[in-house]
């Protein structure tokens, strides 16, 4: 079986649009995919293959006895850096057949868009993954660096024509991404007061007070736990809510019957990421798995937590299971 990396040909377009549709489902629900994938054959064919082309495409092609099979894309475009003033590339899209995976397909496309870079004496290039994505430490590998401490930012359709015609809500309104509508952030009528922080600043707090809860669980360091919390503490489980009044609620038998219940050892957090900040609090849907000692997942949980300014200090607020 034989592996090659080729251009996208028109006739190709149909093969590429399904393996990007089955990207987007590896990354939201189905229901989100049909509400905001909207790309068509005939899209691809007029932005793909126009004069001034919007993207590029190079497949990955296994031939066995005769029959080629597409199983892999990658789409990728050309940036512009000031700061060198010279040319980049950006990879919009990288995905292989969940079946093709481990043959050398990804690397073949990757290896292929570096090759493009260097021809056109690009300086760099550049891609966006979810945090949650084990393909991470594939780029890793690969040499690619995770550029902290830079926030993925966007603007779509309504915000768009609102900062166009001037008519953008002011900037103390609060900005939350919603499932209902792609996971896009949109921006709330209400206008909580001011705390003079900047959107990065409160989150990049958040996430460390989270960053900081998870190290002291690690460790069993209740005391750690405990200052990285606000109280009252509420946990939202299923529909049954607690509230910890203040530090005492956590023991070292509650460490003990987890490591003995389950053979729990650590807790790894694949991802930390705000979906609605405002003043003093900062909501994020936070991934982790439970591991053995030996580094088996015993199990993979998906909550949101809110994450307060209260008392002079960020603390968690709620953890919702």
Same mark, same amino acid.
């Given at each position: 079986?034989?592996?090659?990396?080729? =251009?996208?040909?028109?006739?190709? /377009?149909?093969? /590429?649009?399904?393996?990007?549709?089955?990207?987007?489902?590896?990354?939201? =629900?189905?229901?989100? /995919?049909a509400r905001v994938f909207t790309a068509t054959t005939h899209s691809m064919q007029e932005h793909g293959f126009s004069e001034s082309p919007a993207f590029e495409c190079r497949i990955a092609e296994f031939e066995r006895n005769g029959a080629k099979t597409i199983v892999g894309i990658v789409i990728f475009y050309q940036t512009y850096s000031s700061y060198t003033s010279r040319l980049g590339l950006y990879i919009?899209?990288?995905?292989?057949?969940?079946?093709?995976?481990g043959k050398g397909a990804g690397r073949a496309l990757l290896q292929e868009v570096a090759r493009i870079a260097q021809d056109r004496a690009c300086t760099r290039v550049d891609l966006a993954v979810l945090s949650s994505n084990p393909a991470r430490?594939?780029?890793?590998?690969?040499?690619?660096?995770?550029?902290?401490?830079?926030?993925f930012y966007r603007l779509t359709d309504s915000s768009i024509g609102s900062l166009a015609e001037g008519t953008s809500e002011d900037s103390n309104a609060f900005h939350f991404r919603d499932p209902e509508a792609g996971g896009e952030w949109l921006t709330a009528s209400v206008n909580p007061p001011d705390d003079g922080l900047s959107e990065?600043?409160?989150s990049d707090a958040a996430i460390a007070v989270v960053t900081e809860f998870s190290d002291c669980f690690n460790a069993r360091d209740i005391q750690g736990v405990e200052a990285c919390l606000q109280f009252p503490h509420l946990i939202l489980s299923g529909e049954k809510l607690s509230t910890w009044d203040g530090p005492g609620a956590m023991t070292a038998a509650d460490f003990d019957a987890l490591a003995n219940g389950s053979g729990w050892y650590r807790s790894v957090y694949h991802r930390i990421d705000p979906i609605l900040t405002s003043p003093r609090k900062v909501h994020l849907v936070v991934e982790? =798995?439970?591991?053995?000692?030996?580094?088996f997942e015993i199990s993979r949980h998906r909550n949101v937590w809110t994450v307060t300014f209260e008392f002079g200090r960020w603390g968690i607020k709620q953890r919702s299971y």
């Open positions: 079986m034989n592996l090659a990396v080729r =251009s996208m040909e028109r006739e190709d /377009v149909g093969a /590429v649009l399904d393996l990007i549709h089955k990207l987007a489902l590896n990354e939201d =629900s189905e229901e989100m /995919v919009e899209d990288l995905f292989v057949e969940a079946a093709a995976r430490g594939f780029y890793h590998r690969l040499g690619f660096q995770h550029r902290t401490p830079f926030l990065l600043e409160r982790y =798995s439970r591991e053995t000692r030996d580094g």
